[in-house]
């Protein structure tokens, strides 16, 4: 039955693709044990990174995709920044305190240098949390910001910030580009132009911004008054972005050396190519990412729980998963929690993962449960799984539809374009059956995938609830976590929540992507982290002598 089973998925995608071409259709890094100091650095070098696509802005505001996060996060730096156990750390603040759950005191760091020589000053800071929180900005990393009440300065170097109601994330939020600061004076010098190529950015990052060829290439280069150069670099004099759009584009540069990195774009069927390579390091790092089918609970006959559980259990995830991604995705239970995000209460995560279902291949009891719910197959038929044209979600969908046809179902697989996929999933009207898709959580904290995947307030326009799911008691549990810091109490609501909506079914969870970095052999110096979309990850990179 699995090798049939295998062979239906393979099939389709042949199937598929014929159709489709026939229609054309850290805290700031240490440096590591044992290397030479900064002084002792040879200088001269560059670095050039592949995109998979051109950045969205300079701006930090509108800093929220894997593209745009590499190259701002490595000129513009916030008030906190994740280390290397995924816990925030100071940066631009050099300590704070919590007197309360909702005030919060930070001590800004003094003497800190901007690109252009000015130094940075607390009223840079306060006007950098504003704008990005201002409704007007219209900031993509806003919303990480709306639990702020008032944003005060105590004196020179005292920042309070009082919340509306406590926020177990705020402290997050000011390690991504939501509390990133930059120069005031010259935001207002280039209102028309900041964040554009024209205009670029003065901030305090380890790189400076020197020119952006839209749909070509970004460069960068070392900021020689960088304030933290004593815990690391930057080594590198310069730093090059281009923009390769497609993968086998990319793994060709990277054979040749036109390109020295790329960090996660590159697609499974290709992981096998880099690793013959004998002039590359692949490394690959757990994440906070989750592949995932979502049915629309609130359209039937997919709002019938048992049907739901049906599906699931005749998918074989872990064949799926392995004959589409191989060694480059850890296999999943069902849950968006995976061990990685167990950043706090790891005896109780592991404790409610020994318990959580898998829904493994059981096609007998698939059937048991679809006569169970009462479901017909006319009911099915004509039904939709949405996906884009990314090979691993549509092998995925695939999959789905030659599990669904072992139990009698007929689904269709519709194919849209990745932006159409985005539009459909993120708005309120959510007008799909299926769709495939798939999250990273913002934060290191298991709520960073929970609350904006399940929780029923992000069922609206922008919202990433895929599932349409909503559930009163997950959402009170939900709540009630985000309200407390004690860890230890969030941990129990929070894997509560999981138990419940594991239950309900409301996704098919096919896996846990690894995070592929591939460095070329000359350099050294990162190692890649969960986080790493909110990091100057080029800082601590060298060449090797």
């Not at 774009?265 to 979502?294: R, S």
């Not at 191989?326 to 999943?332: I, L, P, R, V």
Request: net charge negative; hydrophobic share 40%.
């Amino acid at each position: 039955m699995k090798k049939r089973y295998l062979w239906l998925i393979l099939s389709g995608l042949m199937i598929f693709s014929l159709i489709l071409s026939s229609c054309g259709g850290g805290s700031a890094p240490a440096s590591t044990a044992g290397e030479k100091s900064s002084q002792e650095q040879t200088t001269g070098e560059e670095l050039t990174v592949g995109l998979e696509a051109d950045i969205a802005s300079l701006d930090p505001a509108f800093d929220y995709d894997f593209s745009t996060g590499p190259v701002v996060n490595n000129i513009v730096e916030s008030l906190l920044m994740f280390d290397d156990n995924n816990q925030v750390a100071p940066c631009l603040a050099e300590k704070w305190e919590i007197p309360d759950p909702q005030t919060y005191i930070f001590k800004i760091r003094q003497g800190v240098k901007f690109h252009d020589g000015s130094t940075m000053s607390i009223d840079d800071v306060i006007f950098s949390l504003e704008r990005t929180r201002n409704p007007d900005t219209a900031a993509y990393v806003g919303w990480m910001l709306g639990s702020v009440n008032s944003i005060e300065k105590v004196d020179d170097s005292t920042l309070k910030i009082t919340l509306k109601n406590p926020d177990a994330n705020f402290l997050y939020a000011l390690a991504t580009s939501a509390g990133a600061v930059i120069s005031k004076a010259y935001y207002n010098q280039h209102k028309e132009n900041f964040g554009k190529p024209d205009g670029g950015v003065i901030a305090t990052g380890p790189f400076k911004y020197v020119k952006w060829d839209s749909g070509s290439e970004i460069v960068i280069e070392k900021f020689s008054d960088y304030w933290n150069k004593a815990n690391g670099g930057p080594y590198l004099d310069k730093v090059i972005f281009k923009i390769l759009p497609e993968a086998t584009t990319r793994i060709a540069a990277l054979q040749t050396g036109e390109i020295q990195a790329v960090l996660m774009k590159i697609p499974g069927d290709q992981i096998p190519i880099v690793q013959k390579m004998e002039n590359v390091n692949l490394t690959m790092a757990e994440g906070f990412a989750v592949d995932a089918a979502e049915f629309n609970v609130q359209r039937p006959p997919f709002d019938n729980v048992k049907l739901r559980q049906a599906i699931n259990y005749a998918v074989d995830k872990v064949a799926v998963t392995k004959t589409l991604l191989g060694d480059t995705a850890m296999n999943a239970k069902a849950t968006a929690v995976m061990p990685s995000l167990w950043t706090f209460g790891k005896d109780q995560w592991q404790a409610a993962w020994d318990k959580l279902p898998a829904y493994e291949y059981n096609l007998e009891k698939a059937k048991q449960l679809l006569a169970e719910s009462g479901v017909k197959p006319e009911d099915v038929k004509g039904k939709q799984i949405v996906v884009d044209d990314n090979p691993v979600r549509l092998g995925q969908a695939l999959a789905i539809q030659a599990a669904a046809k072992e139990l009698g179902l007929e689904l269709e697989v519709k194919k849209v374009q990745p932006q159409e996929l985005n539009t459909l999933t993120f708005s309120a009207g959510r007008d799909y059956d299926i769709a495939v898709q798939n999250w990273s959580s913002d934060f290191p904290d298991p709520s960073g995938n929970l609350v904006p995947l399940f929780h029923s307030s992000n069922t609206g326009d922008g919202g990433a609830n895929y599932a349409n799911y909503k559930n009163p008691e997950v959402d009170k549990l939900l709540d009630e976590q985000n309200t407390l810091i004690d860890n230890e109490k969030r941990a129990e609501l929070l894997i509560k929540a999981q138990a419940i909506i594991a239950e309900d079914s409301p996704w098919i969870v096919f896996d846990y992507p690894k995070l592929p970095f591939v460095l070329n052999k000359a350099y050294t110096g990162y190692k890649m982290k969960p986080v790493w979309f909110w990091e100057a990850f080029a800082r601590n990179i060298k060449k090797i002598q």
